[in-house]
């Protein structure tokens, strides 16, 4: 099975940046996605990106701040986060799909263990 690791987690200040990535192991094609989770809230879709990295998709909430990447060999998938805001602050994970991009998080079926990422006014 592909082991999904997520890092670059950390405290930042509203308006900086921060660049998550995700290793996958062994390498994937698989559709990969973030999703963060607030404290007493869902879990949310965040981003995705298709296997060829040439289709993603955005929440409306991080559209024109965060952009998403990944590299040719499905080793790791980047989250470049820009002009952060308290609002962002989160555990933030790595998922998994077999399917094309999609927004329901039930076909996402295997996730890392997320990153933390707080962000101060």
């Known amino acids: 099975q592909v082991q999904l690791v997520e890092s670059g987690g950390g405290v930042v200040q509203a308006g900086d940046a921060l660049r998550l990535s995700c290793t996958a192991r062994p390498s994937t094609r698989y559709t990969l996605a973030w999703f963060r989770q607030a404290p007493g809230k869902e879990r949310e879709l965040v981003a995705a990106i298709g296997w060829s990295g040439g289709t993603t998709w955005y929440a409306d909430f991080v559209k024109g701040r965060f952009t998403i990447s990944r590299d040719h060999a499905g080793i790791t998938m980047d989250l470049q986060m820009n002009n952060l805001m308290p609002e962002d602050t989160a555990v933030y994970y790595c998922?998994?799909?077999?399917?094309?991009?999609?927004?329901?998080?039930?076909?996402?079926?295997?996730w890392g263990q997320g990153t933390q990422v707080t962000v101060s006014s």
């Open positions: 998922a998994a799909s077999r399917l094309a991009v999609i927004t329901n998080i039930e076909g996402y079926e295997t």
